[in-house]
T-cell receptor, first 112, second 115 residues
Framework: DTGVSQDPRHKITKRGQNVTFRCDPI?????LYWYRQTLGQGPEFLTY????????KSRLLSDRFSAERPKGSFSTLEIQRTEQGDSAMYLC??????????FGPGTRLTVL | AQTVTQSQPEMSVQEAETVTLSCTYD???????LFWYKQPPSRQMILVIR??????QNATENRFSVNFQKAAKSFSLKISDSQLGDAAMYFC????????????FGKGTKLSVIP
């Protein structure tokens, strides 16, 4: 296994467009996390899944954001009607239950 | 909500010397984990070291060790024999406990290693 992968690595979009990011976790990991990191800050928690169940969502996750993990494997994060303030690095991490989180390389979103 | 404070935005260390990065946090949980992550420039986050709050013994991982003071809610990272490859952003991150394992990150400390 090569670790957590994310696609795309970079996304440039115009304000108002919808974007979707994908995360493929380490295969035996049942937990999957999404974080957002803006320039000069540490990552901020958005949401996490245990298998296919979304167990927790941050207040940062507005109704324009939705995340899914339909079969308990890969996950998608969709942002509808993007705004300039959505520009950030979106990080995915996975873990076993009680294990440390392994991070992917991130998707850098730029909203023009 | 948890708060994590890393009071040193930037630090520098001479190669082969020792440096300590500080972190304080606030939590109401008694059982949780704490982590230090490293983020090299334009590269992904890597786990450096992990500490379980119920363990009194400080964690050690090769050249990296922590000083965990549970009552003071302090969790500092010591890097010994610093190497050029240690240059990175370092983030302190306690989890939320209670089985959630959600991480709260500090703003980070940028470590430079001087040859």
């Amino acid at each position: 296994d090569t670790g957590v992968s994310q696609d795309p690595r970079h996304k440039i979009t115009k304000r108002g467009q919808n974007v979707t990011f994908r995360c493929d976790p380490i295969s035996e990991h049942n937990r999957l996390y999404w974080y957002r990191q803006t320039l000069g800050q540490g990552p901020e928690f958005l949401t996490y899944f245990q298998n296919e169940a979304q167990l927790e969502k941050s207040r940062l996750l507005s109704d324009r954001f939705s995340a899914e993990r339909p079969k308990g494997s890969f996950s998608t994060l969709e942002i509808q009607r993007t705004e300039q303030g959505d520009s950030a690095m979106y990080l995915c991490a996975s873990s076993t239950q009680g294990g440390e989180q392994f991070f992917g390389p991130g998707t850098r979103l730029t909203v023009l | 909500a948890q708060t994590v404070t890393q009071s040193q935005p930037e630090m520098s260390v001479q190669e082969a010397e020792t440096v300590t990065l500080s972190c304080t946090y606030d939590t109401s949980e008694s059982d949780y984990y704490l982590f230090w992550y490293k983020q090299p420039p334009s590269r992904q986050m890597i786990l450096v070291i992990r500490q379980e709050a119920y363990k009194q013994q400080n964690a050690t991982e090769n050249r990296f060790s922590v000083n965990f003071q549970k009552a003071a809610k302090s969790f500092s990272l010591k890097i010994s024999d610093s190497q050029l490859g240690d240059a990175a952003m370092y983030f302190c991150a306690p989890d939320s406990g209670a089985g959630s394992y959600q991480l709260t990150f500090g703003k980070g400390t940028k470590l430079s290693v001087i040859p």
